[in-house]
DNA sequence: TTGTAAGCGTTATCAT
DNA sequence: ATGATAACGCTTACAA
């Protein structure tokens, strides 16, 4: 259709230079109302339409921001998409396009390709299973970003991520206060910050009910669901009543893994998980979890983000707060 | 670090002039051998990378496409998923970049945006349950575009989808083969070809086997896990022995049916999809399915934009070849 | 084979 | 308040 319409064609409509005309559509301060209005009506009458890599090119910074996820984490389902969904939706509405990038074999030629690239100038990423190297890249080169979930101890960078520790202590205490009473575990990598947070919570919430913990039944995997079947099959040996995994995929493995040796869920075991992402009315089972709010994840993160393009450089971690869902899993609360 | 490296920067370190640096780095012909493989190196040591945003505006085309999902397409997991995990995949293996647009509440402002706004010159776009209004403003754009599956019966766009209609007609063989007599099916959408061809797939099998249909046991549906929902009560009320689904999630639907009212999958209902998305060993329970070829798909997909972008208007159809998992929810094989 | 120079569409720095 | 004009980094006729 009607060839593409330049700021220069507008400016010509209106009758006035483009300068003047990108200050009006920009409302940047110093153009007659009048005028403004005249350039602001032609634009949209014409269809126009600002040319965002030369935007980029002219120095203004770009309306897309990347979204880095880890290699293998888009296969981390239905996480990833949830979050990838999510994070999109929030950034449409800022104005803002997603540049997906899902190369994390080579961190270092990534990050600088989106340094470099100029296709983008603020960048969400991913804390994966494995390491945050992309982190240090990114803020070597200077370049705006905000993390989902806590990775080591002491991220010099924006993250955005729920709250762990309290909501999963008040998981376990779900499972505690159903008549579990010998409680296993499976954790995520301990050198994550939000891992280690959850495992703080399963022991919180022994604590307070003076429970004790068997040390014996505690795993450590690495959020993988190869890895989370494995682990299952070593912790069902010691045949806990209770399973609290520290997300949801490893808490369907903890499931398939009863499944296939015949044990029933949840009269013989309860499994509680973490995420929220098999609690809809299809999933089978329904996973008994700490519910992420997806959507207030992605609004966050965005919004940080675009605080830090703006400048603001400050490390902040902010905490959002998740809901609880009682699913198949457990049994109802004893009244 | 080290500010960005330009295209400048690379010319003068290699003493040439930004013409013959281009054209060095860009495979263009008239450069001494020499010459180019200097520039060549001057360029990795120096870590040079284009700035996309500047060849754009250049006029040679973006390096980015765009992936075109419904609004309700992310939702619809974890086929979502594996399709954009496969089309970046595929786009990274060509240096190609994926913006990801899911906003399609208003497919004409999309549509002109992702045009005008020079960010991507191609376009991968998937078939939603609801309509295809994007396809036609599209090539109204002319833009290049590859289609996900089959829409209307005559898509004037490159598409690119999975056998249909024989894939269907062989799960649905297995079901009747491993003693199923009274198959009740859930349709896609079928005024979406692919829908149709599946459900032909399931007629074919019967007419094969000189089984006769009953037609009191076909329910459309669109794909959507809500009315699958539903339909499956329906179709549950009738007693079928067997289920083939337009799609896996509608089989997990109507497995959940199932399970709330109390029938066994396999022993007293066999149920099959197509999709393939629920075969890992984690899922619960893995369903019988026809498998779509992922990673090809979007390899294809690619592809196929890609030579779209070179200029080639073919409206080819591409079939791929999918393979099959029989799982939980279909009996074994009798021999 | 190589260099010069003219854009691409926008924003920003000056003047006016 | 507005308008020239110079960037931004790159490609590409057109010259040499």
Redesign the pocket.
């Known amino acids: 259709m009607a060839k593409?319409?330049?700021?220069?064609?507008?400016?010509r409509l209106s009758?006035?230079?483009?300068?003047?005309?990108?200050?009006?559509?920009?409302n940047?301060?110093?153009?007659?109302p009048?005028?403004?209005e005249r350039v602001l009506s032609v634009a949209s009458e014409s269809g126009?339409?600002?040319?965002?890599?030369?935007?980029?090119?002219?120095?203004?910074g770009t309306s897309v921001i990347g979204l880095l996820l880890g290699h293998a984490y888009l296969e981390q389902l239905p996480y990833a998409g949830l979050l990838v969904q999510e994070v999109t939706r929030a950034a449409d509405a800022h104005g803002l396009g997603v540049l997906l990038i899902t190369d994390m074999d080579n961190p270092s030629r990534g990050v600088r390709n989106l340094v470099?690239d100029?296709l983008v100038n603020g960048v969400v990423v991913s804390v994966t299973a494995t390491d945050n190297l992309w982190t240090d890249e990114l803020l070597e080169a200077n370049m705006p970003a905000v993390q989902v979930g806590q990775g080591r101890l002491a991220t010099p960078v924006k993250t955005v991520d729920v709250e762990n520790k309290e909501s999963s202590a008040h998981i376990v205490g779900h499972l505690l206060d159903t008549g579990c009473i010998k409680l296993g575990t499976i954790t995520g990598p301990l050198d994550r910050l939000d891992a280690r947070l959850r495992h703080e919570g399963f022991l919180l919430a022994h604590e307070r009910r003076s429970i004790p913990v068997d040390e014996s039944l505690i795993l450590e995997g690495n959020n993988s669901k190869e890895r989370a079947y494995e682990l299952a099959a070593e912790l069902l040996d010691r045949q806990p009543d209770g399973v609290f995994a520290g997300n949801d995929q490893t808490a369907l493995a903890v499931c398939r893994q009863a499944r296939e040796r015949g044990i029933n869920i949840p009269e013989q075991l309860s499994v509680a998980g973490f995420d929220g992402t098999y609690i809809d009315e299809f999933s089978i089972p329904r996973i008994t979890s700490v519910v992420q709010p997806f959507t207030e994840l992605g609004t966050k993160l965005v919004e940080g983000l675009i605080a830090a393009m703006n400048g603001d450089n400050e490390a902040g971690h902010q905490l959002l707060t998740p809901s609880f869902f009682y699913g198949e899993t457990t049994r109802p609360p004893v009244n």
Chains 1, 2 share one sequence.
């Open positions: 593409d319409v330049t700021l220069a064609d507008v400016a009758g006035v230079s483009r300068a003047t005309a990108s200050r009006a559509l920009n940047r301060p110093g153009v007659k009048a005028v403004r126009y339409r600002p040319n965002r890599a030369a935007q980029n090119l002219a120095g203004n470099n100029g």
